[in-house]
C-alpha cells in the first residue's frame, strides 16, 4: 500500500496475476517522415501515453502487437498503401479504431475521404500539440 501525502488515503496499485504482464493499450502513429514520427513520439511519451510508432502502413500490419493499439494517428500521404487506404482496409474488416488523420496537404477531397473511413479528427501539420493530445482523449475516450 502507497500513501499519497500526510492526510491522504491509501493507494492500492492494480494487482498483478503471477506471471501475467500488465498489459496497456497504445497510441500508434504512422508517419512515413522520420522526423515528425520522434517527435509525436516524445510528446506523447512525455504525456504518459504508450506509443507504438511505424513508418508504413504495411509495417502497421505486420505488426503482431496490433490488436493492443487504442488509437491511430495516421499520415495521410504515405508511399506505399495509403493512410486512407489503410483506414478504409480497417474499415471494411470491421475495425472500430478510432483514427486522427493528419496531412501536410488539406484539401475537401482528402477531409471527405477521411471521414468515410473512421475519421475522429483531421490535423493539418504542422499542428499545435495540445490539440493532437486533445484529439488523443477525445478518441480514447
Not at 499519497?4 to 493507494?11: A, E, I, K, L, R
Not at 482496409?89 to 471527405?112: C, Q, V, W, Y
Request: charged share 25%.
Amino acid at each position: 500500500m502507497l500513501w499519497g501525502g500526510v492526510g491522504s488515503t491509501p493507494f492500492h496499485p492494480m494487482p498483478r496475476f503471477q506471471g501475467m504482464p500488465l498489459l496497456r493499450r497504445v497510441v500508434t502513429v504512422i508517419d512515413d517522415d522520420p522526423a515528425m514520427l520522434t517527435a509525436i513520439k516524445r510528446l506523447l511519451s512525455a504525456k504518459g501515453y504508450d506509443v507504438e510508432a511505424f513508418c508504413s502502413a504495411e509495417t502497421f500490419l505486420a505488426d503482431k502487437h496490433v490488436s493492443r493499439t487504442a488509437c491511430l494517428v495516421l499520415d495521410i500521404d504515405l508511399p506505399g498503401m495509403s493512410g486512407i487506404d489503410l483506414g478504409r482496409r480497417l474499415s471494411i474488416a470491421g475495425s472500430r479504431l478510432p483514427i486522427i488523420f493528419i496531412t501536410g496537404l488539406d484539401d475537401e477531397a482528402k477531409r471527405n475521404e477521411a471521414a468515410e473511413v473512421g475519421c475522429v479528427a483531421f490535423l493539418r501539420k504542422p499542428f499545435l500539440a495540445e490539440h493532437l493530445i486533445s484529439a488523443i482523449n477525445k478518441a480514447t475516450g
